[in-house]
């Protein structure tokens, strides 16, 4: 591992360790729904911990692919989709549908289990709160923009 992707890696830690996160876990009871999590979701908090899906993934218009596709307007585009360059698993690309939130929890949950196959080594968020984070994040990064997410803090 490269040295920025460590000093990303111990941000997104730091970052997740807040007062405010533990305020929002505690008003969310033991098992909240997806929909209960994106309601105190935080796209701030999300663009910090995209740094560990950086390391493979861009998120700007027009910064291209890397190791990943670029993640630019993802949110409610159809699944393999979202690069005409980037070369999707037979996997992913017999996933079918939209990525939409709901999909985009499952997959940052477990890559490999959303889509066998994928070649994707990631293993996941596991915290459902950083991924609603970062769900709220990736529907700011778009060409809508922050219109059409949800807001950053309730």
């Known amino acids: 591992m490269t040295r ?3 000093l990303l890696a111990i941000t997104g830690l730091v970052a997740a360790c807040s007062d405010d996160d533990q305020a929002r876990r505690r008003s969310l009871g ?3 729904s997806f929909g209960a999590l994106m309601q105190v979701a935080d796209a701030g908090r999300g663009g910090r911990l995209f740094g560990q899906c950086a390391a493979c993934h861009t998120v700007r218009m027009g910064a291209g692919d890397r190791n990943g596709p670029g ?4 949110v409610g585009k159809p699944v393999a989709s979202n690069s005409r360059r980037f070369g999707y698993t037979g996997a992913l690309r017999s996933v079918g549908g ?8 499952i997959w940052l949950a477990a890559p490999a289990r959303f889509a066998p196959g994928t070649s994707m080594a990631f293993r996941g968020v596991p915290d459902p709160l950083d991924r609603a984070d970062i769900v709220a994040y990736l529907q700011t990064q778009s060409s809508a923009g922050a219109a059409e997410a949800l807001p950053s803090r309730p």
Do not use: G, K, N, Q
């Open 71 to 74: 993640l630019y307007d993802v």
């Open 30 to 32: 033991d098992s909240p």
């Open 98 to 105: 939209l990525w939409t939130p709901e999909r985009l929890d």
């Open 4 to 6: 920025p992707v460590h």
